[in-house]
């Protein structure tokens, strides 16, 4: 039954990732940048049920500083069973621009993750996404404005691998993700039809404490015609942080971690 399910969902993911990115998929595009993303990633079981998570983070160009942007990211999550969970995010994007007009996008996110079953010695991993995103604008010229995006996420992550020190376990993950903004309203500041294609290390230091690097290719462009289209090489930092006692785990066991 499980099995039918995954192979449901990896059809849809593919259905939904590959139609908003294929048809400027062959454009060249006419700018790249370098960012650098950082963030710190608590979290809190409550119950078996019902946990606390969240993010907070900075984000920013390296090749050159015309914006940076500051996230806080709180998150409820809830575990239907072993390979289900559902959560919701309230969030605050704050965007300071060089040149341009500073943004403040606040942000509610909800969210379908799966994972499952053991493929050998990796795990998958599923995401469906649904965004409500309202930008504010510094600028009074600029109209603050509502609009919806999808996303889907698709990915395998190995699993524990044993390292030099004893339960001190790494892994690696391979993620490609899609998006899509719904409706012709955005600003011509919001970039759309979104790839992002990631492959990251990650390192246990403790079964409370971990760490991700992060190399992410991202592809982007304007809704508006003939708008702008970007090609971003992220360089992300992810830090987590379990407080409380975590439950049990079988040591080396595949775990896909999805914030």
Do not use: C
């Amino acid at each position: 039954m499980f099995n039918s399910i995954q192979l449901i969902l990896t059809f849809f993911f593919l259905g939904l990732i590959f139609p908003s990115n294929i048809v400027h998929g062959q454009e060249e595009p006419n700018d790249v940048d370098l960012q650098l993303w950082m963030d710190y990633n608590p979290s809190y079981e409550l119950s078996k049920k019902w946990f606390l998570l969240g993010d907070v983070g900075i984000r920013g160009l390296i090749s050159n500083q015309d914006w940076n942007q500051i996230l806080v990211r709180p998150t409820i999550r809830y575990k239907i069973n072993e390979s289900f969970n559902v959560q919701a995010s309230p969030a605050l994007f704050s965007t300071f621009n060089k040149d341009l007009s500073d943004t403040y996008e606040v942000r509610f996110t909800f969210d379908l993750n799966a994972d499952g079953p053991d493929l050998l010695y990796v795990l998958p991993f599923y995401r469906l996404r649904l965004e409500q995103r309202n930008f504010f604008y510094t600028h009074s010229n600029i109209e603050n404005n509502t609009n919806w995006r999808g996303r889907a996420l698709i990915g395998l992550e190995t699993f524990d691998i044993k390292g030099f020190k004893e339960n001190r376990f790494f892994y690696f993950q391979a993620i490609y993700e899609g998006f899509l903004t719904l409706g012709k309203e955005s600003a011509a500041e919001t970039f759309i039809n979104q790839t992002r294609i990631h492959a990251s290390f990650g390192h246990k230091l403790s079964r409370k404490v971990r760490y991700e690097i992060h190399y992410i290719w991202q592809a982007s462009r304007q809704y508006v015609e003939d708008g702008l289209q970007t090609s971003q090489n992220i360089l992300r930092f992810r830090f987590y942080h379990r407080i409380g006692q975590p439950k049990q785990k079988k040591p080396g066991s595949g775990e896909a971690y999805l914030h």
